[in-house]
């Protein structure tokens, strides 16, 4: 029998439980013992639900408890979350956890705590919900040099965009209708800012490069200025605006972003609608490969949790590879404004407007005029000729989008 | 060191000798000791190539040396391919490969050989060429339940379709020019026939269901008889015809099949065009998510066959988790009969055609009337249903497509 301790009863740790417990004959099957929770830590109690027997408040009685081997963090942030995984690596347990913020913040610490103590740190759920990633990137992929990931990372901003692109409607009236519908939370911020996305495509970033970047430092821009104007140019030049997770190297240094961004058409990000994310890797040998699903909800990021326990279980007593993440110096990252990519400069439509423009961007194919604003696709340049162009253009710059 | 040989130094052989010096540093990092290639056999000669010093053309050299622990198999085939597998496993050593017709075939007695003698026989460049499939499938989703398996796993076929669906174009225009350009081989049977897909799905139901089937047994259906007429057809209902290869358990029995099928819009696998693969998995915690990449190729195939030697190199004397499969009995395969889904029926557009029918079928919405036939979705019945319905219609029955 293999213990586990659940760290939180809340959406993700009850579908834990309910994983564990649904598949029970096939996860034995597979580990070869069997897989049970011993304790569930919450401040709550649970009298009715099936579990409220093992529910403890005092969390020395499962760091103390030798028969834990694997406590599962579904807490979140980076408080309490953080002592709790540090003290259960430092007493030799095995942790995993769905919470992307505290991997983001100290995934370099943790990683070289449990290399330490003989124990292993996973974290498949932090990104992507259900849909393996850590584990293909880490393992599948090691044949591979990444050259870069581009992601949908958040289902809630996804949502919101195909809404806002099938219907027209503005943002603030699909957002409305999410909160209420429940795919959108009370406070939207860390979703419609990018920040939920900008901690996920660090910690893709530090898989594929090694570096930990801090999430407060990367370029962040999130879905809030994008209004329906934009949906339909996007939509009249053939792309559809995606909020787009990117990472590579640029100049030897890592490059982390967010952005909303327009998609062509022949990007198989383009087709993942709704509230499922989709993470295009790029491999020096692959080629570009996609891992499509439900990047949230109950069941799917339970059964990611709940994959990196069998993982533990599986190979208990094994020694293991550690993961070495280092924490990245401002030295270590890339100047956005190095990066180079094709984009969609929008400037007011003024009189004479596509001459002048074509002075500075060359021949302007296929411009796209609509609501006093004229939208083109430009050759790849850095941010900072785009930057440069838009500002001596003589004509006023309204945005533009990068496109992918 | 660590030393592999490759058996067969065509495309993917060569590629992944290619692999594993392109990206060597990475991989050394990742084992924790070199990967080199100490021989590589073959029939023939390679006096030009950067390897032909490591060409050998007796196998007892490669199965004598103890220094090489891994053996990497792409002759193809389940001849000699067979035999030397065999004895590699016999003598101790590691083996993976990219042959699907040796997996599909014998990769029940292949595995429990492996187990008996402590190594281990990996095959993930056997499905979906480098996208990661076979290990995903073992690990990251050994929480999950396997539902349902479906996939567009013939790269040449889906390029072919796509075309067909693009141009408007006859197969058989459409394959000359794919045989002219590399996208179909000389003699396409196996792929155009479904035969190519029909191992590879064979492979992923023994991977969901544990019990591998007869290749030649499960219900195969290429896409020879595919029209442009089919393909207008598709389109005037919003779909798109792929060859989709199908598992999932009926009635507690294990059904395997490939078939022309017509994809909705919804459907992930819509959007998986030209030569790449889909293989789209339904977990009973997960829901559906899609892996995609591309399927074939020198480079694509060859990373994933490396990726198996790297595994296998840096898990080097650790006990593994052996992969039991047990050869499918006739009770153990499901009756096609009493497989349901959605159908797209076509009959002859006959005077009164349609009363006929809506007696047989109910109401039929959106039926799709052009060049003498009208098709029209109908309801999830059995094929068992869909024959006799076909059959006792009185009007002439064309054709059915199932629908996905």
């Known amino acids: ?3 586990v301790a659940l760290l939180g009863f809340g959406v993700v740790g009850s579908g834990t439980a309910e994983v564990l417990d649904a598949n029970r004959a096939q996860i034995e099957k597979y580990v070869g013992d069997a897989v049970a929770v ?3 830590l919450d401040l709550r109690e649970f009298p009715n639900s099936p579990y409220a027997s093992l529910i403890v408040h005092d969390y020395d009685i499962i760091l103390n408890d030798p028969e834990v081997s694997i406590i599962a963090e579904m807490i979140g942030g980076a408080g309490v979350a953080y002592k709790f995984t540090k003290s259960a690596l430092e007493a030799g347990k095995n942790v995993v956890t769905s919470n992307k913020e505290l991997v983001a913040r100290h995934g370099a610490e943790l990683h070289s705590i449990a290399a330490a ?3 292993r740190y996973l974290f498949e759920a932090s990104v992507g919900g259900g849909i393996p ?3 293909p990137m880490t393992n599948d992929l090691a044949a591979n040099g990444i050259i870069s990931v581009d992601g949908i990372l958040n289902g809630t901003t996804n949502y919101i965009l195909t809404r806002m692109t099938n219907e027209g409607a503005p943002l603030s009236d699909v957002l409305k209708d999410a909160q209420a519908n429940g795919y959108a939370e009370a406070d939207p911020t860390a979703d419609i800012e990018g920040l939920d996305a900008a901690r996920k495509i ?11 970047l801090d999430p407060d430092a990367i370029s962040v821009e999130g879905i809030t200025a994008v209004t329906s104007e934009d949906v339909k140019t996007a939509e009249a030049l053939g792309y559809k605006i995606k909020l787009i997770a990117h990472t590579e190297q640029v100049g030897g240094k890592t490059l982390a972003m967010v952005s909303p961004r327009m998609v062509r058409s022949d990007n198989p990000l383009y087709s993942v609608e709704d509230v499922f994310n989709g993470i295009l890797v790029e491999g020096n040998m692959l080629g570009k490969a996609m891992f499509y699903g439900r990047g949230a909800g109950k069941l799917p990021t339970a059964s990611a949790v709940a ?4 993982d533990i279980a599986a190979n208990l007593g094994k020694a293991s590879r550690p993961m070495k993440w280092e924490v990245a110096t401002a030295d270590d990252m890339a100047d956005i404004n190095d990066y ?3 984009n969609v400069f929008i400037f007011e439509d003024v009189r004479c407007g596509v001459s002048k423009l074509e002075k500075v961007f060359g021949k302007i194919d296929r411009a796209v005029k609509s609501n006093g604003r004229v939208a083109f696709t430009a ?3 850095t941010e900072r000729e785009a930057a440069e162009k838009a500002a001596n253009a003589g004509v006023p710059f309204v945005k533009k989008f990068r496109v992918i």
């Open 1 to 3: 029998m293999i213990n």
């Open 340 to 342: 180079s990519c094709v």
């Open 307 to 310: 994959s990196d326990i069998i």
């Open 202 to 212: 660090v910690i893709l970033a530090a898989l594929s490069f090694g570096k930990i």
């Open 117 to 119: 103590h003989g124990v």
């Open 379 to 381: 050759p790849t340049m």
């Open 133 to 135: 990633i850590i584990r």
């Open 38 to 40: 011993k304790y569930i």
